[in-house]
């Protein structure tokens, strides 16, 4: 019995072993190799055309130096969508609601967006901190501010991720809990609310599936700002 809502949001322990990792190994396994065949059953056929679309969708507006980041952030964004869809199954456990995790994620490749833009074009890069045309005594400040909004960025796509997730989550069980305490009292308004959780779910669905793309979405914009 969980002692609290919150007690859904720490990582399952079997044997004292923690399963976070189990989980985030889970998703590699549910999707098909491609095979060697000229043609290729519906299941992969279906799965090589979603991929294809979201990578033009996400790399058309970067020139041809970022195209090389196509697999990798293809591969975190399906990564991601299909973690935050076993999270919402019964029973199960989601790695993208642990602040930790998603920061792991964010940091290294906002980094590595930053490093780049510093080596391959450090004026451009540097221009982004002071825009054009600023009054001269605003510069010192307007830097300053710039300056904190750039490391502010992995962090703000972390807690994006934890937060939207993290609030789904307890509303659903907020609302289930009150579907079950009012089922035996009042009928009506547990179907009423059970309508309400439904529609809830569907909604958390398609939250799991945007928050994922907004994710790699802020991060091919900070690619496009450095390549």
């Known amino acids: 019995m969980m002692l609290s809502f919150f007690d859904q949001f720490m990582s399952p ?4 072993i923690p399963l976070i990792a189990l989980a985030i190994t889970l998703p590699w396994i549910l999707y098909p190799t491609p095979t060697s065949r000229w043609i290729n ?12 679309r979201l990578s033009q969708q996400i790399f058309l507006p970067i020139n041809q130096g970022g195209h090389k980041w196509a697999v990798l952030l293809t591969s975190l964004m399906i990564f991601l969508i299909t973690l935050n869809m076993l999270g919402l199954l019964p029973y199960t456990f989601t790695p993208t609601t642990q602040l930790s995790l998603n920061m792991a994620f ?12 510093m080596r391959n074009q450090p004026t451009a890069a540097l221009g982004h901190l002071l825009p054009e045309g600023t009054p001269t005594p605003l510069i010192p400040v307007l830097i300053i501010i710039e300056t904190i909004s750039l490391f502010i960025r992995p962090l703000a796509l972390g807690v994006r991720l934890t937060a939207n997730l993290t609030a789904g989550h307890l509303l659903i069980q907020l609302i289930a809990t009150a579907a079950f305490v009012l089922l035996p009292l009042m009928p009506t308004v547990a179907i009423l609310t059970a309508t309400v959780l439904f529609l809830l779910t569907l909604l958390e669905v398609a939250v799991a599936m945007i928050q994922a ?3 790699v979405l802020l991060l091919s914009l900070y690619l496009q700002e450095n390549v």
């Open 106 to 117: 964010a940091v290294p490749l906002w980094l590595a967006t930053v490093i780049i833009g």
């Open 41 to 52: 059953n519906r299941l992969l056929t279906l799965q090589g055309w979603s991929i294809n």
């Open 213 to 215: 793309y907004v994710f």
């Open 13 to 16: 322990t079997y044997m004292g």
